[in-house]
């Protein structure tokens, strides 16, 4: 299985199965954001996958953001959310079966208004290091 795509995989379901966060979100984690969306929700965002490949290992180092929406009045929902998913990714470390996650980390967290006016976003940006067999 594609190293990134199992990635997503067990941080979707660590966001939908922790407390902290689906207290926050419910179960409103999208990769494909439904037409009119409840508000607050998560999407998986950009990302991209970059071969660190050795001897006898292939490696990758992946780098995957996780998009914060938020239609309440100013940052503090936005916000909230960004610390619990951070929280949530910490630990304990995500499982893969078909990989081996070496290094997972947080890297960022910006959080701005979106030119509608009306929507507050945070980007969290995670990297990752994982080996394919």
């Known amino acids: 299985m594609s190293p990134s795509l199992e990635l997503q995989g067990a941080i979707v379901a660590r966001l939908k199965t922790t407390a902290g966060v689906s ?8 990769d494909a954001v439904p037409k009119k969306p409840d508000f607050p929700y998560v999407t998986v965002g950009e990302g991209d996958e970059t071969s660190d490949d050795a001897d006898c ?11 914060v929406w938020s239609r309440a009045v100013g940052f503090p929902e936005a916000k909230r959310i960004a610390d619990a998913i951070r929280r949530a990714l910490k630990g304990p470390e995500l499982a893969l ?3 081996a996650l070496v290094e997972f980390r947080h890297r ?8 509608d ?5 945070a980007v969290l940006t995670f990297e990752a290091i994982i080996e394919q067999p």
Do not use: C, K, M, W
């Open 97 to 99: 079966q078909d990989n």
């Open 23 to 30: 207290s926050l979100i419910s179960t409103r984690v999208y």
């Open 57 to 67: 290992v292939n490696a990758f180092e992946i780098s995957l953001d996780i998009d």
């Open 117 to 121: 006016g009306q929507t507050s976003h």
């Open 108 to 115: 960022q967290t910006r959080t701005f208004r979106d030119p």
